[in-house]
C-alpha cells in the first residue's frame, strides 16, 4: 500500500478536521470534536505537531505531539499525545512509519527524546511500541479530570 506521511499547519485545517474525526470514530468518543478555533491555535504552534499518513487524500492515520521544554536540563522532549492508524489500515506500516517520523522530528529538532503513553492493559499497543525498537518503561500515571473545565 502507498501513503505518505506530512506534517499538518495552519493551512491543512479540514485534513486535521478528518484525522481526528477518524480517531473520534475509532476510539468511540463521544465529546463533541474540537472547534476550528482550537484545532487552528494548535495547528499555528511551533510546539504542537499533528502528523498525518495519507492515502491519496485520505487521512489513514496519524499522531500529534508536544515538544515539552525541560527545567532540570537544556533539554526538549517530544510527548506523544496519540498515534491512531484507522482498522482498515493497520499491519501495513503506517504506524511504524508514523513513529519513525517522530523520531525524525527527534533529530532534525535536536529534541533528547521521546515519550508514547500506553495504557498497560493495552497489548496490542504495549506490543507494537515493542516491535519499533522503543523501550517499555513501568510507570504509573495518576490522573485527575476537572469536568467543570472541559
Given at each position: 500500500m502507498t501513503f505518505s506521511i506530512r506534517e499538518l499547519g495552519p493551512n491543512d485545517l479540514s485534513m486535521a478536521q478528518q484525522l481526528f474525526e477518524m480517531w473520534r470514530?475509532?476510539?468511540n468518543v463521544t465529546k463533541p470534536p474540537p472547534s476550528s478555533e482550537t484545532l487552528l491555535r494548535l495547528l499555528s504552534r511551533p510546539d504542537f505537531h499533528a502528523v498525518a499518513a495519507l492515502r491519496e487524500d485520505e487521512a489513514i492515520g496519524g499522531l500529534t505531539a508536544y515538544?515539552?521544554?525541560?527545567?532540570?536540563?537544556?533539554?526538549?522532549?517530544?510527548?506523544?499525545?496519540?498515534?491512531?492508524?484507522?482498522?482498515?489500515?493497520?499491519?501495513?506500516?503506517?504506524?511504524?512509519?508514523?513513529?519513525?517520523?517522530?523520531?525524525?522530528?527527534c533529530r532534525s529538532r535536536s529534541l533528547s527524546a521521546l515519550y508514547i503513553p500506553a495504557m498497560a492493559d493495552d497489548a496490542r499497543?504495549?506490543?507494537?511500541?515493542?516491535?519499533t525498537g522503543l523501550k517499555r518503561e513501568d510507570v504509573a500515571w495518576f490522573v485527575q479530570e476537572f469536568e467543570d473545565n472541559l
Open positions: 470514530q475509532e476510539d515538544e515539552l521544554e525541560m527545567y532540570t536540563e537544556a533539554a526538549t522532549e517530544l510527548f506523544i499525545y496519540e498515534v491512531g492508524v484507522a482498522v482498515a489500515h493497520r499491519r501495513q506500516g503506517v504506524g511504524r512509519a508514523l513513529v519513525e517520523f517522530a523520531r525524525n522530528l499497543a504495549v506490543a507494537f511500541y515493542q516491535a
